[in-house]
């Protein structure tokens, strides 16, 4: 305990406790499963003790199960299902791995796009908990995938399909009925902790509320790179901590 009142300094008491002091301020929430926590294989964590370090401050912030979901975007970052186990156990049989008691377990952030479909029709994917996967889109442009279609070849395949961050697509702004026509299609929807704190921005901050207000998020992700990024999800104020907590989210459900 030493050696982490040191790591976090003047944090400690934020990173443990929320504004009410009633103990670590995610532990209802148990699970992050959008998160880049493996070493050296995205735009994440790029070394053992980075990724060591974010086991840490989650267990901290009270999380007990970490779902790590690299990149698979080719041609920006060309993982695959042995690369992902590599990485994995690398960060799992680290020293000190033992001693903090996260859960970690491995799937991927998948980009949708012709790759991803070959993946999709030879069975190469990495879902995790009751068949989740967890997907995204081009923040820029819309894809050129039939989203309905989509949905259907996962059904095929027994998979559920979550829509990673879709508060950050901002070419759907202007289509306020867009979410709520995915979720009638049996889209998942995860929103971004960040985008809730304003990290991305006051547009993405917006569409993040809006679709909590809907109750149309299914998922909360802290969507992780950096360290500096728990430092702003530890930053979350009591009324949106206590507005999080009303909602119905499947994190604390997930079992792998």
Known sequence: MGLLGNIFGSKKDTLQSNAQGQGPLYSWLGTDMHNHVLPGIDDGSQDVETSLEFLRRYHRLGFRQVIASPHIRYPQFENNREKIKAAFEALENAPGRKEIPV?????????????????????????????YLLTELSLGHRSFLDMDQLINKFFEKGLRPILAHPERYLYWNKMPDMFEKLKSRGWLLQVNLMSLLGYYGKPEQKMANHLLDEDLVDFIGTDAHKLKHFDIIAGIDDKLLQKLKSKYLVNNLITV
């Open 103 to 131: 859960k970690l377990v491995y799937s991927a952030e998948y980009y949708l796009d012709e790759h991803f479909l070959e993946l999709l029709n030879n069975d190469q994917l990495l879902p995790f908990g009751d068949n």
